[in-house]
């Protein structure tokens, strides 16, 4: 009976041994990218190997994945839970909050910009937009506004943001006015 027992425990520590070889890399890996250390990185790694051999024991649950495939997901899980549970009880740091201050001058920047980019007239507005937001290419560009062609099309695209740049030379206003 013990034979038995050191043979089944034996198999099991080799059969650990080779999934940490196999999964740990990718689990810390994707951890560290997220901002967790190599010991939470174990830790995950740990609970998701616990819940695989628990899994895999039991003749009721089967698992559809390979055996690094259901570890490292079941560690992305725990790692993304953890990380939520532990953003929900963080206090509000001078980081924190000076990245919230960078987040609102930029949406002001963008406003700025978008003021300017408005005084050029809804048509401008329109074909820059379809130009550099959607990444229209300039013969569509042509077709949609219905120009000649696509030298015509890239003219008045010239025109526009030119429009841009003579009420931004009008107002005196420099690159660092829109990331204030």
């Known amino acids: 009976m013990?034979?038995?027992?050191?043979?089944?425990?034996?198999?099991?520590?080799?059969?650990?041994?080779?999934?940490?070889?196999?999964?740990?890399p990718a689990v810390a890996k994707?951890?560290?990218?997220?901002?967790?250390?190599?010991?939470?990185?174990?830790?995950?790694?740990?609970?998701?190997?616990?819940?695989?051999?628990?899994?895999s024991r039991s003749a009721t649950i089967t698992i559809?994945?390979?055996?690094g495939a259901y570890i490292y997901g079941m560690a992305r899980?725990?790692?993304i839970k953890r990380y939520k549970e532990g953003n929900r009880n963080a206090q509000l740091d001078d980081n924190y909050a000076t990245g919230i201050v960078d987040q609102v001058n930029t949406v002001l920047a963008e406003d700025k910009l978008l003021i300017f980019l408005e005084t050029t007239g809804k048509r401008c507005m329109?074909?820059?937009?379809?130009?550099?937001?959607?990444?229209?290419?300039m013969s569509k560009v042509a077709q949609l506004f219905g120009f000649?062609?696509?030298?015509?099309?890239?003219?008045?695209?010239?025109?526009?943001?030119?429009?841009?740049?003579e009420t931004v030379k009008q107002k005196a206003l420099t690159y660092e006015d829109f990331l204030e």
Not at 2 to 24: C, G, P, S
Not at 126 to 137: G, I, K, V
Request: aromatic residues 16%; hydrophobic residues 35%.
């Open 2 to 24: 013990d034979t038995v027992n050191l043979q089944e425990q034996a198999t099991r520590q080799q059969l650990f041994i080779a999934l940490y070889q196999k999964v740990f």
């Open 30 to 55: 994707y951890v560290s990218k997220h901002g967790g250390s190599f010991d939470e990185a174990r830790d995950v790694f740990q609970d998701a190997l616990l819940s695989y051999y628990e899994k």
């Open 64 to 67: 559809n994945s390979s055996e």
């Open 77 to 79: 899980y725990l790692w």
């Open 126 to 137: 329109e074909l820059l937009r379809s130009f550099y937001y959607d990444q229209l290419p």
């Open 148 to 165: 000649s062609g696509v030298r015509s099309a890239t003219v008045q695209k010239y025109k526009c943001i030119e429009k841009v740049r």
